[in-house]
């Protein structure tokens, strides 16, 4: 169905792209809420760890999982240029 990732600490390359929890869903299993469900269970996860705010990054042309991120409660803080791309990132952050 799909993958999900939580990073406890970011580096350089993370604050660009990347972020905290990183996450996919097989591309027949999408449009069927398991992004936002998976993404709502790891974000418990993360205050479980200590933490205290996430970031959450995506393509710029990836609405499906920016409505993911924002249903989750992201607010969208700034954009960067993917320098494995050269893609626009949208940056988002999550307050626990």
């Not at 709502?40 to 200590?50: D, F, I, N, S």
């Not at 705010?53 to 700034?78: H, P, Q």
């Not at 050269?86 to 952050?93: C, D, R, T, V």
């Amino acid at each position: 169905m799909g993958l999900i990732k939580l990073r406890h600490r970011l580096n350089e390359a993370l604050l660009i792209e990347g972020g905290h929890i990183g996450y996919g869903v097989r591309p027949s299993e999408r449009r069927k809420g398991y992004g936002t469900m998976m993404l709502r269970m790891v974000l418990e996860k993360a205050r479980a760890l200590g933490l205290e705010r996430v970031l959450l990054t995506c393509d710029a042309d990836n609405v499906a999982s920016a409505k993911i991120i924002e249903s989750n409660g992201g607010i969208k803080s700034g954009t960067s240029i993917s320098p494995r791309t050269g893609k626009e990132i949208f940056q988002y952050w999550i307050e626990l």
